[in-house]
């Protein structure tokens, strides 16, 4: 049984908004999505209505719209259009001390990988995070995240183009589940740099708080200024399941060059009675990133999964404008269970919006900075 969760008023006037707008829309889809995202891109009345709003409730808060949609066509399979990981992100923060987030997951507004809108819009799975940050406690270098969030596991560096495709993605997170984490960023006592501990629900994607059944602990510690180790463990019951109590053991080791030319990784997982994967108690992955070019990175990758699949991966990326990316890969799959082969190649583009600026490419090869 689950105990109903009181959403803030903010959450219900969005989730309005995109139940009308998701009711309303039928036919050319593409088009419209393209529009939108231009007028993000072009018109400043959204920072200057930020900027206003600010100024009226004063300098000590602070709000930000910020948000990325990634549109993929991938060969092979059902030769879909893939919206996922596209999203739109809205934050509240005061002194630098609480911080409220609402991110909407935009990919759910899209139908069968049609370039259509969902006729079965869900707003349990339409809201992707809805949480509150506390920082600094006291003074204290801690920080306290309840609500609907990613949980603290695993490295999971994600430097594809199209990184769901890797056969351990979910096996490396942990996300749209509500819970609560604790996070020491000053470590514990000087033997890591940064200690994160969470209790959550094991059943995600919805609006209902769940039975909560899982922990997890992630530790972070720099080896020298070029190398950075994760340590992490996950116990979880996975109640809403009949595949019994799930447990995950995370180690990855990132490094990377003094000039930044090339970043490398690598990340085991050990773990057993996985939904995913019931028969296999093993998977790791190992890539590397190389700068050709300022404005473009070239990225090789092996991943590995028991009994279930080795796969080969090259890709790339370029920065075409501060706010957009263009990416392609192509991944060999070996499926070990069935002695099937397959490749598969995705091309795509990234494109960023938004009021903080975070997600802006530095270097970019058409435009120039202002414009």
């Not at 609560?180 to 940064?194: I, N, R, S, Y």
Request: glycine share 8%; proline share 2%.
């Amino acid at each position: 049984m689950k105990n109903a969760f009181l959403i803030p008023w903010l959450i219900l006037a969005l989730l309005s908004s995109a139940t009308l707008f998701a009711q309303d829309q039928d036919k050319e889809t593409s088009k419209k999505k393209e529009k939108v995202v231009k007028e993000i891109e072009e018109d400043d009345d959204l920072d200057d209505d930020l900027a206003d709003l600010e100024e009226e409730t004063g300098s000590d808060f602070r709000f930000n719209v910020d948000g990325e949609v990634n549109n993929y066509f991938s060969s092979g399979g059902d030769n879909k259009y893939d919206f996922r990981e596209s999203y739109v992100s809205l934050s509240v923060e005061w002194k630098n001390k609480i911080r409220g987030v609402l991110t909407a997951n935009l990919a759910e507004l899209q139908k069968d990988g049609k370039l259509k809108f969902n006729d079965d819009f869900e707003i349990e799975k339409f809201i992707k995070e809805a949480y509150i940050e506390i920082r600094e406690i006291n003074g204290w270098p801690v920080a306290v995240i309840v609500g609907k969030q990613p949980i603290a596991f695993g490295q999971n560096v994600q430097a594809m183009p199209a990184f769901k495709n890797n056969p351990l993605s979910n096996l490396q997170e942990v996300k749209e589940v509500y819970g609560l984490t604790l996070d020491l960023t000053e470590g514990l006592f000087g033997l890591v740099d940064q200690l994160e501990v969470s209790v959550f629900e094991s059943e995600s994607g919805d609006l209902g708080i769940g039975k909560i059944d899982g922990v997890s602990v992630r530790m972070s510690k720099m080896l020298t200024d070029q190398w950075l180790l994760t340590l992490s463990h996950l116990e979880q019951g996975n109640s809403h399941l009949n595949t019994g109590h799930e447990r995950r053991t995370s180690v990855g080791l990132i490094g990377e060059t003094k000039d930044g030319m090339l970043v490398g990784w690598a990340e085991g997982v050990y773990f057993n009675n996985n939904p995913e994967y019931q028969d296999s108690r093993f998977a790791f992955t190992i890539g590397a990133m190389v700068k050709v070019h300022e404005t473009t990175d070239v990225i090789v990758e092996y991943n590995w999964v028991e009994k279930e699949m080795h796969q080969v991966a090259l890709g790339i990326k370029t920065a075409l404008h501060k706010n957009v990316t263009l990416g392609a890969e192509i991944r060999y799959n070996n499926h070990i269970d069935t002695g099937d082969d397959e490749f598969v190649f995705t091309v795509g583009a990234t494109i960023h919006f938004g009021t903080s600026g975070r997600n802006q490419n530095e270097a970019y090869l058409f435009g120039k900075d202002g414009e």
